[in-house]
């Protein structure tokens, strides 16, 4: 099939598919007219293209028969070139005596098949895959073998992309996307996010965390604080919520002993007489070994008596006083 125009390759608009035998032409829009030249030409050749009456000609007479012709290039969407298509076949259309088309209307969708009762035909065709599943259980399966690994082109993703631009969804097709989509992979959450954690830890292995060794600013620490200052302010049930989750709670003992070990600080305590200096793990031990009560020490530690039976102790770290909650 001869291709004419070619300058017009990748234009949009109307074109005209001619018999140079008998005459007879097809009317179609294209938003790019060599690839809609491809489509009818592998379609025809093949013996699978769409309007039976071309197709029979085609065999008839030959490939080298038809030419494909543009007839008028229309910038814009979609509707602009559908306009300048409808007043073509108006024109033209004659219930394929001279023109190809099987129907005098545009159709958005491609080319319906040929019936003289388009409506009921249609109702038939309803009623065959009413109730009956698109895609079996294996064919899915099937299709998602063959998809995996595909990877869709940057090309293909913004054609995507643009076709989607101010396109609204009905409130039914909403509903019916969320319906579909409730509760699903929902089971697969936690392998999901598990996957995503190691994928990152893999990334940062080997390289130091940004902050490391960062000490921040005074105007830094200030607006941190000024920022957690706000949020506690603009949310008052989260400062309850953090004020009372501990309350009334009772630790058992052996937490308070381990807190208790952890927060022990060394004690030195000086003999004033002979300055022999003695280390105790904790002022538990100094009081255990010189029998010295533990107010006595604190005293010392705090400068309210300037020794206690001839002792003199120091803390070798500052030290905290543990509260029993």
Not at 265 to 277: D, N, P, Q, R
């Amino acid at each position: 099939m001869e291709y004419s125009n070619e300058e017009y390759s990748l234009k949009s608009g109307v074109y005209k598919i001619t018999n140079k035998i008998n005459g007879r032409i097809y009317i179609g829009s294209a938003k790019e007219f060599r690839r809609r030249y491809n489509q009818h030409r592998i379609g025809l050749i093949k013996k699978k293209h769409k309007n039976k009456f071309l197709q029979a000609d085609f065999d008839k007479c030959g490939e080298d028969a038809f030419v494909f012709e543009v007839i008028e290039v229309v910038e814009g969407p979609q509707e602009n070139r559908l306009l300048v298509e409808q007043s073509y076949i108006k024109k033209y259309y004659d219930d394929q005596d001279q023109c190809y088309n099987l129907s005098p209307y545009v159709n958005k969708r491609g080319a319906k098949c040929w019936s003289y009762n388009p409506e009921k035909t249609l109702e038939k065709f309803r009623a065959t895959v009413k109730g009956r599943p698109m895609w079996t259980a294996e064919e899915k399966i099937a299709i998602s073998e063959r998809l995996r690994g595909h990877k869709v082109s940057e090309v293909t993703r913004q054609k995507l992309r643009s076709a989607m631009i101010g396109k609204k969804l009905s409130e039914e097709t909403k509903r019916k996307i969320a319906e579909s989509n409730k509760g699903k992979h929902r089971e697969n959450l936690a392998l999901t996010h598990k996957k995503a954690i190691e994928a990152a830890a893999i990334a940062r292995k080997g390289r130091p965390a940004w902050n490391k060794g960062r000490k921040c600013t005074e105007q830094e620490k200030k607006e941190m604080s000024d920022r957690q200052k706000s949020y506690y302010l603009a949310n008052p049930e989260k400062i309850q919520k953090l004020m009372g989750w501990n309350k009334g709670k009772k630790q058992s003992e052996e937490t308070i002993n381990k807190r208790s070990r952890s927060l022990s600080k060394s004690i030195k305590a000086i003999e004033l007489k002979t300055l022999i200096e003695t280390i105790f793990d904790s002022i538990s031990a100094a009081i255990a070994t010189l029998k010295i009560s533990e107010t006595s020490i604190y005293r010392n530690l705090d400068g309210k008596a300037e020794s206690v039976k001839g002792y003199k102790f120091e803390m070798l770290v500052p030290r905290r006083k543990i509260r029993k909650i």
